[in-house]
């Protein structure tokens, strides 16, 4: 059974609220994605999937904000990497600030992607 966190970020990645996804479960880099939460999205992140908070519980405001990459297998599975804190620095690309934490979760998506892309290209 999913930890609240998983279950949330499960239903933001299936529901398009992750920042960029892409994959499929049965790749082998599974369907993936990252997402940018700061601390003024927690309201509307809470309000979109109060049926899953209802039902899994409230993750702690520190398990939602921040950079996150995350990935579902085959078997269903979630994995969650946290790339540290989403600090703004008045310097946006694409309405996101391209802090180290931004910039890592970027790479970790392109890579995978990368991935993604020569499998779906050998079936």
């Known amino acids: 059974m999913d930890t609240a966190q998983e279950a949330l970020f499960r239903d933001m990645l299936n529901h398009g609220w992750f ?3 892409d994959g499929d479960v049965e790749s082998p880099t599974g369907y993936f994605g990252y997402v940018v939460n700061g601390a003024s999205e927690l309201a509307d992140i809470r309000r979109e999937f109060a049926d899953v908070i209802t039902a ?3 993750p702690a405001d520190n398990e939602i904000t921040g950079v996150y990459s995350a990935c579902i297998d085959s078997n269903g599975s979630i994995y969650i990497h946290r790339h540290g804190d989403y ?3 008045n310097t946006a690309v694409l309405g996101i600030e391209p802090t180290m ?3 890592h979760a970027m790479l970790t998506f392109a890579n995978r ?3 993604y892309t020569e499998w779906a290209d050998s079936e």
């Open 19 to 21: 920042t960029e996804s």
């Open 101 to 103: 934490p931004v910039r």
């Open 56 to 58: 899994y519980g409230d």
């Open 113 to 115: 992607q990368a991935e």
């Open 87 to 89: 600090v703004r620095t």
